[in-house]
């Protein structure tokens, strides 16, 4: 398939297989759905991993059957770029972004369902971003030479022509139990190795192409470090974890992971959302300080997070949408957080609006293929922080303050004078 270009920017498709371990036979199958600059020098990526209620589809398998014989593929069918099409905030940096999508176990019926609490979504977003960086908009890669080792399937010339990073710096990103999962991939390559070998989700990975007799990667530990993504911020919509027994083991430890890294962490939250305040195991956020929440865990007391969280004013769990899915708007239904009756933000409305200007201005905080520049106390103060810690940060969007009346909230750290909120 040749990419589909509009003006200074391409849209592409590619379809893999990776192996999670190159030690365990356990494959899954990803499609991955990439926007990015047409003159491939893109000084980023953001890497989403979207809601577990996306592309839902139970004829899956009789497609499956069928599309093995017409050299088609169902996996193709769900695109998650629709539902959260944010392209126009990767202009003005000249950024690229990309959606995975994969055949998760959680659920034979629908296999690419996902209920939360299941590294292995995190760990996908983060072969997937890496294989980007790598290999580019092509699944016709090869397998490095070795001084052992020589093979005739060498194809470095349309590897080449397909890369179109200029860094191997990404934003993981994310929605619903997307928003849980990016915060495993934003733990970085070695983190999430020795997390994944504690609960036996063991993760090393092996890239292969879509052929009956495929060519394969290196296992990605010996890729370069500049071919494997780097995580240089972490932006959760809604984020919503479960603890599913057998299925899911959680994320807690990965957020215990974050807490201690110097990196950008926003989380958004809506007022009425009860999927992600309420009904995820643990909640995202609490006003109740002695309650455990997502957030706690990313910003423990006392410690040197640079977690941050907003609220939106009756803001609801699938208003992030660009595009209406009638599955999601039932998590926003009755949730019980607000009066019955208060009008809350749907999707394709200022919630997603303002979402897209939220990429803008978290990624112009970065330079040109570089990460985020200085300590926590110039993200605190960042002109980022600054947009955001305000009532009204964009169009009729507005912020519900914090107790201590800021619109933001994070961990003070000893020496960093405090932000102030601003109006309108």
């Known amino acids: 398939m040749k990419p589909i270009c509009i003006n200074n920017y391409c849209f592409d498709h590619i379809h893999l297989w990776i192996q999670y371990h190159y030690a365990v036979p356990q494959f899954v199958e990803l499609a991955v759905e990439v926007f990015y600059p047409r003159d491939q020098q893109a000084n980023g990526l953001v890497m989403f991993n979207h809601g577990f209620l996306i592309g839902t589809d139970l004829l899956y398998y009789p497609k ?46 629908i296999p690419w369902t996902d209920f939360g609490g299941n590294p292995r979504v995190g760990q996908e977003a983060y072969a997937a971003a890496s294989y980007l960086i790598k290999y580019g908009v092509t699944d016709e890669f090869y397998k490095a030479e070795k001084k052992y080792e020589r093979t005739a399937i060498y194809n470095p010339e349309e590897v080449e022509k397909s890369r179109f990073m200029r860094s191997n710096n990404v934003i993981f990103a994310g929605h619903s139990v997307g928003g849980a999962h990016a915060q495993v991939a934003a733990t970085g390559f070695d983190t999430i190795r020795k997390l994944g070998d504690k609960s036996w989700r063991f993760f090393d990975p092996v890239m292969y192409d879509r052929e009956f007799l495929p060519k394969y990667s290196e296992r990605m530990s010996d890729w370069a470090p500049e071919e494997r993504a780097d995580p240089v911020g972490l932006v959760q919509l809604s984020p919503v974890d479960q603890k599913v027994p057998l299925l899911g083991p959680g994320l807690a430890e990965y957020r215990t992971a974050m807490s201690k890294k110097p990196l950008p962490i926003l989380m958004m939250i809506g007022e009425c959302d009860s999927a992600c305040l309420k009904d995820s195991t643990p909640p ?60 809350t933000w749907k999707s394709g409305e200022e919630e997603s609006v303002f979402a897209t200007e939220l990429f803008k201005q978290f990624i112009g905080m970065y330079p040109d293929a570089k990460g985020f520049q200085g300590d926590f106390k110039k993200w605190i103060h960042s002109d980022f922080i600054k947009w955001l810690n305000r009532e009204n940060p964009y169009g009729k969007l507005k912020l519900k303050p914090f107790a201590d009346g800021k619109y933001i909230q994070y961990v003070s750290h000893g020496g960093c004078p405090p932000l102030e909120a601003r109006k309108g």
């Open 284 to 343: 995202a956020w609490s006003a109740d300080p002695k309650e455990t929440t997502e957030f706690s865990q990313l910003a423990p007391e006392g410690s040197e997070s640079w977690a941050v969280v907003a609220n939106v004013e009756k803001g609801s769990h699938c208003g992030y949408l660009t595009q209406d899915d009638e599955l999601c708007d039932m998590a926003d239904k009755d949730s019980g957080l607000c009066e019955k009756g208060t009008k």
């Open 64 to 109: 499956k059957i069928i599309g093995s014989l017409l050299n088609d593929n169902p996996l193709f069918g769900v695109h998650p770029s629709y539902y959260y099409n944010y392209s126009s905030a990767l202009v003005e940096k000249n950024w690229a972004m990309a959606f995975v999508t994969a055949t998760h176990t959680q659920n034979q019926a």
